[in-house]
């Protein structure tokens, strides 16, 4: 697990990530407060902190309200590691949004024990994250999370005025794979379209299950003509893709609906309905079709 270390005094910084190396800890170390946070944008896997309090530039207790002010998925831990002793101080740094604080000199067992706190707190929150994010079944962002993060993307990209992309996809007659193969055979192609179809995208490509057996997709930096390759290759390979279950060949198609960006949409909301439309319309004209 990663541990950021921040302090302006070499020697304590040199003593404390010493330790922490012999723990086992993957220490990174800074010597100021702007620092801090020019890391953490970097390394947004950065979640457990030992912040000095007295530093140049960004105090440790500044920190912590500037560290629970980003946005982002994961939270921090923070300790404030420093050589003032009075209740007080504690109490303070506390209140300011600190998770722990440790006087210096420190007792190495004490931080070390402090420090699986936190490392403890963070892995069951992590987990809680995690489930609260993803589908069950496949794995993949949930129509929640996906919206949340759809409003997010929209105020960023929207910005960058490169034009973007959503497609709507919603699997041809999944109600007869069901009835003629079980629900169980359902849920394992379903799992299956997913892998498929996240073989296919980039990266930074937001993929949810919108319900059922309903999926949309987001695709930044992406013009008419890279939509239509994509949404066409999705829709290629699920028809030829050989899906199975228990030996048996399952074969699907799907029905692909997409809106793209170009200023023309006020809203994330507006610019879902328009790709919603467009897949109502690929099934309308037949299914196992693409219409943009
Ligand atoms: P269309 O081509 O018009 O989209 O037909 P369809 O049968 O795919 O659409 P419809 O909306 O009539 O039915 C969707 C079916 O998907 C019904 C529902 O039981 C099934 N389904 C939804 N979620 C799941 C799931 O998690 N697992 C399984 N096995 N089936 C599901
Ligand atoms: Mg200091
Ligand atoms: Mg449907
Ligand atoms: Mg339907
Ligand atoms: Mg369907």
Known sequence: MKVLIAEDEPISRLLTSEKLK?????????????????TIERQPDIQLCILDWEMPEIDGLELCSRLREIDRSGSFYIIILTSKHKASFMIEALDKGADDFISKPFVPEELRVRLQVGARILKKENQLIHAAESDPLTGILNRKAFLLELDKIWALTKRQKQPFAILMLDIDHFKQINDKFGHIAGDQVLKQFCELVQQQIRQYDCFARYGGEEFVLFLPDTDVDQCERIAERIRATTESNLFTYDGEHVSMTVSIGASIYYENY?????????ADKAAYEAKQEGRNKVVL
């Open 266 to 274: 006020l809203s994330a909301q507006e610019m879902l309905k328009a």
């Open 22 to 38: 012999s723990w086992g800890y993957n220490v990174i170390e800074v010597e100021n407060g702007k620092e801090v946070i020019e």
